[in-house]
């Protein structure tokens, strides 16, 4: 499909070598590498060429936690080997008492923002909360930096997130996959309530991807309805296109036709948020790469 938008952005994709001489550490999270990467991986210079064809500028290399766990290393050579097309997210834990000394190599690394892995496919950590106090020495240094979090959680989640949102009123977090709401109720989804109750957040932004492109199809659910609930309710500056190719099937050119074409019936303005101007407020980085 044809489109106007420029500088297209991909918040939300990861790298995987295939050079196993030089990253030979598996060490996913939960113990249990994921299927996605072993089947399918793609190198940093095969993402560079996927953008390419995709048609998408910039890309957010997000740290690969049920492969290589909390080493980012490959994050950082893929940044390395694109400067043109990635700027780098990495990945530590932030119950560990050396969670600040961590972040501090890997943004001293070149890398621009973290995340915090506690539920995805393969891994979940049911003695994790994000609201834990043993973690508030390490949000406060994020929010003095203004360093951007990525969280990825379930929406059983969603009230220690609140938790840490009215505490750290300057953290600057987003919401991987929307914590994958329960949409199949359909308009007016009072099944994602919880969802929806973060809108008096305003430092929490959110990652559309592919994830939620395809659950909004499902039930009685239709994606344009959703997308339009969810801008209505946050405002399209507040969310920001994420792929999340390869762990999802396809191409990653049939990912931006399918989110493209779910926001098809969005104003052009809020379109433009959502494919490029978050991402490049979130990511100030991004500002200073020319784009593939």
Wanted: charged share 20%.
């Amino acid at each position: 499909m044809t489109h106007s938008i420029a500088n297209i952005v991909d918040t939300h994709c990861h790298i995987i070598s295939d050079d196993p001489r030089q990253f030979p550490a598996l060490d996913p999270m939960g113990g249990k590498q994921s299927d996605w990467s072993k089947e399918r991986p793609v190198n940093s210079h095969q993402m560079a060429q996927h953008m390419k064809d995709a048609g998408v500028s910039k890309s957010v290399l997000v740290q690969a936690s049920t492969c290589y766990g909390h080493d980012s290393s490959y994050v950082v050579q893929g940044t390395q080997d694109h400067p043109e097309a990635f700027v780098g997210v990495f990945s530590v834990d932030f119950l560990d008492p050396t969670a600040i000394d961590q972040v501090q190599h890997w943004t001293q690394q070149g890398l621009s923002g973290l995340r915090l892995f506690i539920a995805g496919h393969t891994a979940q950590d049911t003695t994790k909360k994000l609201d834990d106090p043993k973690a508030f020495e390490l949000w406060d240094f994020l929010s003095s930096q203004q360093i951007p979090v990525c969280v990825q959680i379930r929406s059983n989640g969603l009230p220690a997130l609140q938790n840490l949102l009215t505490r750290f009123p300057k953290a600057i977090v987003l919401l991987d996959h929307f914590a994958r709401p329960e949409m199949q109720d359909g308009p007016p989804y009072a099944n994602a309530n919880t969802l929806f109750e973060l809108v008096k957040f305003e430092n929490l932004f959110f990652k559309l991807t592919t994830h939620i492109v395809r659950d909004s199809k499902l039930g009685l659910s239709d994606s344009q309805s959703f997308f339009k609930k969810v801008v209505d309710a946050f405002g399209a500056k507040r969310i920001a296109w994420g792929s999340n190719f390869p762990a999802n099937t396809g191409s990653l050119k049939e990912h931006l036709i399918e989110a493209l074409s779910a926001a098809e019936k969005l104003p052009l303005s809020d379109q433009e948020w959502i494919f490029s101007k978050t991402a490049h407020q979130l990511y100030s980085n991004l500002q200073q790469i020319q784009g593939v």
